[in-house]
């Protein structure tokens, strides 16, 4: 008999296809996020499950006596909704998608880079509220990036790519904070050791920190002081690697000028004072959200499932 998934959250048609073709599956046709009761059946019924970054898969599950479930398939690259040590002690066997959503992430964070230093949230609210005077040879005005100097807090798949765009499209000198210098980068770079220093002389910070238990708050209320006032940053990461009140604070006081955001604290709650607030582009968790990303995303999830069932090489184990 054909191994058993279950499905979490709605899913590309052609990768449902091809799920089917190899599991007996079942789908969450309400695309409402399980509770955690569901979520128990899941782990007791099945043999897999196919997951993403709403369903919280904590100790509780992976250590149910009962547990069924010998691999979860996480279609997404972050999987600090997954406790990844209690999978390891239960034998339960975790994947994700990296490479494939990189560009797309990376465009996400161009759009975020580009519209909070040209004020594009602004000026698009005031001309659909019939404000615009006209054109104005001093108002409306943004800041280039052209020269100006984007610090990367998190030098992985994702901070890489996006540092080299921003470099050869945009002509920015890329800061990266690291412990060691990375090798073999395809553009020029320099490294800060000193997270403070970064933060001081960046004109933009951009967040790519995976959100593991160490990296919660990482930028945190004391050290967002470093961040000069004339400074932009923006996060396509995950909302809790930043203290987000005390950010919502910063750009209240106008001590930091803007920020972009798609990613936030306890989603989709974004809270109000954050909404209301002029000097942000908020967006909502879209870094990976076209057609043909969440399609290779949800490809790559199925095949290490199928190779999983098949005793073959685990291609995105954890
Ligand atoms: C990712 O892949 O981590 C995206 O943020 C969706 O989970």
């Known amino acids: 008999m054909k191994p058993k998934i279950i499905v979490t959250r709605n899913i ?22 399980f509770s955690k009761d569901i979520l128990m059946k899941a782990m007791e019924n099945a043999d897999g499950i196919l997951c993403t970054v709403t369903d ?5 599950l992976l250590s149910l006596t009962n547990k069924k479930v010998k691999i979860i398939a996480n279609i997404g690259v972050g999987v600090d909704h997954i406790d990844l040590q209690s999978a390891k002690r239960n034998n ?4 994700n998608t ?11 964070a161009t759009l975020l880079l580009l519209s909070v230093t040209r004020n594009a949230f602004l000026v698009e609210k005031m001309l659909r509220q019939g ?44 800061l990266y904070y690291n412990r060691s210098p990375v090798k073999g980068l395809p553009f020029e770079a320099s490294v800060r050791f000193d997270l403070d220093a970064l933060l001081e002389e960046s004109d933009v910070i951009s967040l790519h920190l995976s959100s593991d238990e160490g990296n919660k708050n990482f930028i945190s209320k004391s050290r ?17 690697v930043i203290d987000q009140t005390a950010l919502i604070e910063l750009l209240e006081k106008k001590k930091i000028s803007g920020a972009g955001l798609d990613v936030f604290v ?32 949800g490809m790559l999830a199925v095949e290490n499932l199928i ?6 090489q685990v291609i995105n184990q954890l």
């Open 266 to 297: 306890n989603e989709p709650h974004v809270p109000h004072r954050l909404r209301h607030l002029s000097n942000v582009t908020l967006y909502p968790h879209i870094g990976s959200a076209t057609f043909e990303t969440r399609k290779k995303m």
């Open 12 to 33: 590309p048609d052609e990768v449902e296809s091809t799920l089917k073709e190899y599991f007996r599956v079942s789908f969450n046709r309400e695309d409402k996020v």
């Open 98 to 108: 990296p490479d494939v959503l990189t560009e797309a992430t990376v465009d996400v």
């Open 224 to 240: 967002m002081k470093k961040i000069r006032a004339s400074s932009f940053l923006i996060n396509t990461s995950r909302g809790d």
């Open 92 to 95: 339960v066997i975790i994947t």
């Open 307 to 312: 190779a999983f069932f098949n005793e073959k």
């Open 131 to 174: 404000k615009w005077r006209g054109f104005s040879l001093t108002e409306n005005l943004g800041v280039d990036v052209r020269g100006k100097i984007l610090g990367i807090v998190g030098m992985g798949r994702i901070g890489k790519a996006f540092a080299k765009r921003a470099h050869e499209a945009f002509g920015m000198k890329v």
């Open 56 to 60: 919280n898969i904590t100790d509780e």
